[in-house]
T-cell receptor, first 114, second 110 residues
C-alpha cells in the first residue's frame, strides 16, 4: 500500500497521559502536514514538516504538543498530559512539495481522552 | 487570516445535479481546492482552481470567480455513494498549508 499510513487508528488515553500518533507519508513524498478535526467541523492545520525540519507550526498549541519527522521513520505527533479537549480525529497528509493544494490524507487517528 | 463559508447541509435525489457554494476571504489567494470526506474517513482531493472558470472531471466540476471570491462544486448524475461531506479549502501560509471550510454534508436520497 503506497498511501499515507497512520497508526494507531484509535487511541484511548486517560487525562494526564501521553499520546503518540504516527504517520508514514505516501511513497516519494517528503512533506507532511498534521490536521485536527472536531466532530462536525473542518480540518484545522497544526504543523507542516519536511524531513528533519519543522517548516510551519503556527497551528499547533504552544504547550504539550510537539511534532517531528526524523530522517528515518514516520512523522510523530506527540501530545503530553492529554486533556479531554484533545479528543479529536488527527489526520496526517503528505505531498511532493510542488502542489501543496493537493494533499493526500491518511485514515486518521481517533484520540479519545477519558 | 482566512475564512471560508459554505452551507452546512444539502439534500438532493439520485440522478439530480447539486451545487455546493463556497465564499472565501483570504489575505493572499492562490486557488480553491475541494475535498470529499466519507463518514469521517480520509479526505480525498477532488479538484483545484487557480484561475477563473470551470474545471471538469467526470461527473464533478468546479468553478472559480476570483473577482467575487466565490467558487462552487457541481455534482452531476448524483449517486448514493456521493453522500459525504465536501470541503472547500485554500492554500495559505505561503501556500503550504490548507485552510478548510466547515464542510457541507450532502445527502443523496433514492
Amino acid at each position: 500500500n503506497a498511501g499515507v499510513m497512520q497508526n494507531p487508528r484509535h487511541l484511548v488515553r486517560r487525562r494526564g497521559q501521553e499520546a503518540r500518533l504516527r504517520c508514514s507519508p505516501m511513497k516519494g513524498h517528503s512533506h507532511v502536514y498534521w490536521y485536527r478535526q472536531l466532530p462536525e467541523e473542518g480540518l484545522k492545520f497544526m504543523v507542516y514538516l519536511q524531513k528533519e525540519n519543522i517548516i510551519d507550526e503556527s497551528g499547533m498549541p504552544k504547550e504539550r504538543f510537539s511534532a517531528e519527522f526524523p530522517k528515518e521513520g514516520p512523522s510523530i505527533l506527540r501530545i503530553q498530559q492529554v486533556v479531554r479537549g484533545d479528543s479529536a480525529a488527527y489526520f496526517c497528509a503528505s505531498s511532493d512539495g510542488t502542489s501543496h493544494h493537493e494533499q493526500y490524507f491518511g485514515p486518521g487517528t481517533r484520540l479519545t481522552v477519558t | 487570516g482566512q475564512s471560508l463559508e459554505q452551507p452546512s447541509e444539502v439534500t438532493a435525489v439520485e440522478g439530480a445535479i447539486v451545487q455546493i457554494n463556497c465564499t472565501y476571504q483570504t489575505s493572499g489567494f492562490y486557488g480553491l481546492s475541494w475535498y470529499q470526506q466519507h463518514d469521517g474517513g480520509a479526505p480525498t482531493f477532488l479538484s483545484y482552481n487557480a484561475l477563473d472558470g470551470l474545471e471538469e472531471t467526470g461527473r464533478f466540476s468546479s468553478f472559480l470567480s476570483r473577482s467575487d471570491s466565490y467558487g462552487y462544486l457541481l455534482l452531476q448524475e448524483l449517486q448514493m455513494k456521493d453522500s459525504a461531506s465536501y470541503f472547500c479549502a485554500v492554500p495559505s501560509g505561503s501556500a503550504r498549508q490548507l485552510t478548510f471550510g466547515s464542510g457541507t454534508q450532502l445527502t443523496v436520497l433514492p
